[in-house]
């Protein structure tokens, strides 16, 4: 291992041989072996899926990596958080054994040419707004998976289509590990922890709560009794239009495994909203109903 | 495992989760294991794959599945020869251990969306005259490679693209594996060996040793000094063109890494031939000077 984190830090590895070899070790030994993929500006969502990992499995082990892949060639890849050492800080005392951190030309060296796709699941919502972003996804998380044989992989409900893909091609490709999907975490005013969160000006933060309200509306509207989800998401619409500098993308239900658009609510559904606040693309999400995102996967 | 093979007659395993338990169970042993995948239909070119595999590893394991997702709609899915007792009878006694027979709706489930491309590389050549093929062949080889944690897998050079496909989808991913491609067994006059030369009438067969004549073809002109790589091509086209009832593909020299079309020979080359005989289509190739098809991937 390279970097030795005194203080509780994290032992830090950047070669995915020597990460593989660094796992590999633990599961000689029977160890089970968690996975909390990261694009780091670590915030209260990721530590709880690290919470989580450390109080299941005996060894956590974390990556920071902003994939390029999964970025549009207009979106905020250059500009993405980048805070390495506040990360490490972060999980100082979590229960993380290793955080894995390569570099962006080790991960897609010159000449790299292989791509993942989840095909129908990823064409709608964020699939149709940002064309190409599922493929990195799961392009980069197979990758990951190869790189770290764990046992169970840990990811935010926030990215709610991507839970669903990740977990498509989970089951497609009978990978061997499980997938756990862990609920939003949110700000006291209901905001979803995002490392996005982070471009808001004062005024865009307080616009921002429209997101998280349209997706409460929705539900309310459910536990009311409203079965017409065109209606609802009409509601969603005309709540997020009324305030200023907040420009939809969209807002929808949606059936929590296809990711179909309902016209009635029958059963669970998910509420499922996107849009551009300022500068700034946020999404959110709510379940509504008795809907488990299950774990798949082979265990080993 | 399921059916007990007496004789010396390697077991068969038909679920993935009981096959894949069956190797690590090998694994926690430290016993190297050698895949060599399969669409049946065995001949000397695969038993060539498993003696070496059974000569380097401790373990040998086969799989047969004729995969339908690198079939185009058009193609010889349906007919494909199947046998798997003679198949099971021509591995009695060469080392190996067990072979993974896996059901087609096992493989590709209802709902199944998730495919792996290599782009670039997969779409001359094979991948223009049968549309999807690769993206057929690296989705199986991946899922087999989940399945069956091999160290080493074995590929015969017979399907030269095919290789250099599946050895980018190694690298690109960083599988745990190594890719070995072992030469072109050939029939006493020079046919390629190859499941679909059961196809051939009498008079098919004959004719379709123009293939392995114009490979051959290419290889001596070079080495009497020609230069020229599409005065080469051009006398492959005119031998294959002088024989009535085969249909030319393409014929040409390429480059043995990027598959890119050569015009000058100024170092290694390989030779493409693809052409219908009758109405079976057929490939076949030759390495011209000193290249070798490297192992790539990670050692556990």
């Known amino acids: 291992m390279t970097e030795q984190g005194g203080n509780d830090l994290p032992e ?5 041989g020597e990460w593989r070899a660094g796992v590999r070790r633990w599961q000689a030994a029977v160890e089970t072996v968690g996975l909390v993929p990261t694009m780091g500006a670590l915030h209260a969502g990721h530590l709880s899926l690290v919470a989580r990992s450390a109080s299941e499995c005996r060894r956590t082990v974390a990556t920071i990596f902003v994939n390029p892949a999964q970025f ?88 709610y289509q991507q839970s669903i893909v990740i977990r498509r091609m989970v089951a497609d490709l009978q990978l061997p590990i499980e997938i756990r999907v862990l609920p939003i975490v949110r700000e006291p005013d209901g905001l979803a922890m995002s490392s996005r969160n982070a471009y808001l000006s004062p005024d865009d933060r307080r616009r921002a709560l429209v997101l998280s309200q349209s997706v409460r509306l929705a539900a309310r509207l459910v536990g009311e009794g409203e079965r017409d989800a065109r209606r609802i998401a009409d509601r969603m619409r005309e709540l997020i239009a009324s305030t200023d500098g907040v420009a939809l993308d969209y807002a929808t239900l949606v059936d929590p495994d296809t990711l179909a658009e309902l016209t009635e609510i029958a059963g669970p559904a998910v509420a499922l909203v996107a849009a551009r606040v300022g500068a700034t693309r946020l999404i959110d999400n709510e379940v509504i109903g008795d809907y488990r995102l299950q774990t798949t996967g082979y265990r080993k």
């Open 12 to 16: 830090v590895v950047r070669d995915a």
């Open 72 to 159: 549009g060639p207009a979106e905020d890849f250059d500009r993405y958080p980048r805070h390495l050492d506040g990360d490490l800080n972060k999980l100082r005392g979590t229960g993380t054994d290793l955080v894995f951190v390569p570099a962006a030309d080790a991960m897609y060296p010159p000449g790299y040419a292989t791509y993942v796709e989840v095909e129908g699941l990823s064409r709608q919502w964020e699939g149709a707004s940002r064309p190409g972003h599922f493929r990195g996804v799961v392009t980069i998380v197979l990758k990951l998976f190869q790189s770290v044989p764990a046992d169970i992989a840990y990811f935010g409900q926030k990215d």
